[in-house]
Structures are given as structure tokens and as C-alpha cells.
């Protein structure tokens, strides 16, 4: 059974950084796409980013580039995702979502290509 559990999500003020954790088990890390989505209240899931495997290219949101960093650690099964320049615009829950089979290159974005998911963390940015 696939399980998936964030950490990091918290109260932070406007400009200031954070990194959230994702501990993955029950799949072969080393093969799972991995990801990051979002959702703030009444707006649909939104994607962060996303790799397929460690050596390939890191998918970001146009709207995170340049602020936040997507990585994964084979070893420990976790990917993170460091946060820098938050604004409030960024609150929101973070989930992480995970998919045994490669994701196409065309559906890394599409959270219906995931089939894991997290519980999600909360992150809230102060103004």
C-alpha cells in the first residue's frame, strides 16, 4: 500500500521561506513520478511540480519558478520542495502525489495522473 505523508506546512510570514517534506513507501521510489500540487480555498488543486526520476528534467509552475525548488532523495524515498519568497498568494494546502507508472510528459500537470496523494500540509502566508 502506497503511503505518502507531508511535513513542513506552517504559519510563515510575507517573504519568508519554508521546505516540505514528503516521505514516501509501498512503491519503488526510483520509478515513481513524483510531485507537488496545491489547493487553496474555493480554487481547484493546482500543480507546484514534478519529476519523473532523479537525472531528469524538474517540472515547475510558471508561477513558482525562480522561488521554489522541487528535489528528491532516493535514498531516504522522500522529495522535498524548498519554498523562498512566499507571498500570500502561496497559501494554501500542499499535497504530494505520487504515480507507480511514468507519467507522460503531457499529463505531469494533470493531477487525474496521480494516483497517490498525501494528506496534505498547510501552509499560510502571512501579509
Known amino acids: 500500500q502506497v503511503q505518502l505523508v507531508e511535513s513542513g506546512g506552517e504559519l510563515v510570514q510575507n517573504g519568508g521561506s519554508l521546505t516540505l517534506s514528503c516521505a514516501a513507501s509501498?512503491?519503488?521510489?526510483?520509478?515513481?513520478?513524483m510531485a507537488w500540487f496545491r489547493q487553496a480555498p474555493g480554487k481547484e488543486r493546482e500543480f507546484v511540480g514534478a519529476?519523473?526520476?532523479?537525472?531528469?528534467?524538474?517540472y515547475l509552475a510558471d508561477s513558482v519558478k525562480g522561488r521554489f525548488t522541487f528535489s528528491r532523495d532516493n535514498a531516504q524515498n522522500t522529495v522535498y520542495l524548498r519554498m523562498n519568497s512566499l507571498s500570500p498568494e502561496d497559501t494554501a494546502v500542499y499535497y504530494c502525489?505520487?504515480?507507480?507508472?511514468?507519467?507522460?510528459?503531457?499529463?505531469?500537470?494533470?493531477?487525474?495522473?496521480?494516483?497517490?496523494w498525501g494528506q496534505g500540509t498547510q501552509v499560510t502566508v502571512s501579509s
Open positions: 502525489a505520487a504515480s507507480q507508472n511514468q507519467v507522460i510528459l503531457s499529463s505531469i500537470r494533470n493531477h487525474r495522473a496521480y494516483a497517490n
Open positions: 519529476n519523473r526520476r532523479s537525472g531528469e528534467r524538474i
Open positions: 509501498g512503491l519503488t521510489f526510483s520509478r515513481a513520478t
